[in-house]
């Protein structure tokens, strides 16, 4: 089945501890993406790459990381996280094609305590 | 980044038609999309549109595309409780700074009352 998976589904942390939010897609998607989602704000890019060692920042970049290393894997990565880092992420991949949008995995929800 | 605005709430009765209105800013935006997001889950894609279009129609729901005014809606015929969710309107452009990303307006939490 084609899908996007994200890992953990929710996670609770504490400040300043390092976390990383795993995605990978089986759709050798060359495009993937970062997203944070806060009520009243939509949806928010934080990064997103155009292909394997090609990645550039969203609108919300401050505070994460992104590498990808390899097509099917877009780890984001939280240094040192902040409550204000508290949101839910989805990651997205998308086909070269636009008409077909992105597929979006389950989303990973992330308190910062 | 590009401005996608959307109406935060609409509330209609089971069985009418509801309708989602967005503008967006970017007048190079080559796709238009609404998503639809149930409450825990994550985005669905509903439906697009691509932007030389005027109208889409797949089963309930109607796509509408003004590119002069930069106005999208979307008509759900025959609206159902389990059509209750969040939509979200986006938009990808072609311009080379920002080719392939999406942009999503606030999103419209869409009630349905029995």
């Known amino acids: 089945e084609a899908q996007v998976t994200q890992n953990p589904r929710y996670l609770i942390t504490v400040t300043g501890k390092k976390l990383t939010v795993t995605c990978s897609q089986n759709?050798?998607?060359?495009?993937m993406s970062w997203y944070r989602q806060d009520p009243g704000l939509g949806l928010r890019q934080i990064y997103y790459?155009?292909?394997?060692?090609?990645?550039d920042k969203g609108d919300v970049p401050e505070g994460y990381k992104v590498s990808r290393k390899e097509k099917r894997n877009f780890p984001l990565i939280l240094e040192s996280p902040s409550p204000n880092q508290t949101s839910l992420y989805f990651c997205?991949?998308?086909?070269?094609?636009?008409?077909?949008?992105?597929?979006f995995g389950s989303g990973t929800r992330l308190t910062v305590v | 980044g590009e401005d996608v605005e959307q109406s935060l709430f609409l509330s209609v009765r089971e069985g009418d038609s509801s309708v989602i209105n967005c503008t967006y800013t970017d007048s190079s935006s080559t796709y238009l999309y609404w998503y639809k997001q149930e409450p825990g889950a994550g985005l669905q894609l509903l439906t697009y549109i691509f932007s030389n279009m005027d109208m889409k129609q797949d089963q309930r729901l109607t796509v509408l595309l003004n590119k002069k005014d930069k106005h999208l809606s979307l008509r759900i015929a025959d609206t159902q409780t389990g059509d209750s969710a969040i939509y979200f309107c986006?938009?990808?452009?072609?311009?080379?700074?920002?080719?392939?990303?999406?942009?999503f307006g606030r999103g419209t939490q869409l009630t349905v009352w029995p």
């Open positions: 997205a991949s998308r086909e070269q094609g636009q008409a077909y949008g992105y597929t």
């Open positions: 986006a938009e990808i452009t072609d311009r080379g700074s920002t080719l392939g990303r999406l942009y």
């Open positions: 759709m050798n998607h060359e495009y």
């Open positions: 790459s155009m292909n394997v060692e090609v990645t």
